[in-house]
Nanobody
Framework: QVQLVESGGGLVQAGGSLRLSCAAS????????MDWYRQAPGKERELVAV???????NYANSVKGRFIISRDNAKNTVYLQMNSLNAEDTAVYYC?????????WGRGTQVTVSS
């Protein structure tokens, strides 16, 4: 059983920054691809950023150049540094991974950007 717990969300003004954290337990974290998704009100959940076990990263075009995904395998934690936030970044942010073909999700953390 894999457990993912997000933290770090909150209310921030446009142009500001936040860093989200996702603490993982119950699996060999260092071997897992870790994802950050987000879901805005009335919209489908979208993939924001991915980090592979070797540290290779990929980003949605909408956040490229503003968000940075990273991981600390010693702490079983993945981060999402979010800079230059705007109102379109307002969403619930979820951490996710898959182990042996089974997907796991955290409960999410709310990010609200005020304009």
């Amino acid at each position: 059983q894999v457990q993912l717990v997000e933290s770090g969300g909150g209310l921030v003004q446009a142009g500001g920054s936040l860093r989200l954290s996702c603490a993982a337990s119950g699996s060999r974290f260092s071997s897992n691809v870790m994802d950050w998704y987000r879901q805005a009100p009335g919209k489908e959940r979208e993939l924001v950023a991915v980090i592979a076990s070797d540290g290779l990263t990929n980003y949605a075009n909408s956040v490229k150049g503003r968000f940075i995904i990273s991981r600390d395998n010693a702490k079983n934690t993945v981060y999402l540094q979010m800079n230059s936030l705007n109102a379109e970044d307002t969403a619930v942010y979820y951490c996710a991974t898959a182990v042996n073909g089974v997907g796991y999700w955290g409960r999410g953390t709310q990010v609200t950007v005020s304009s």
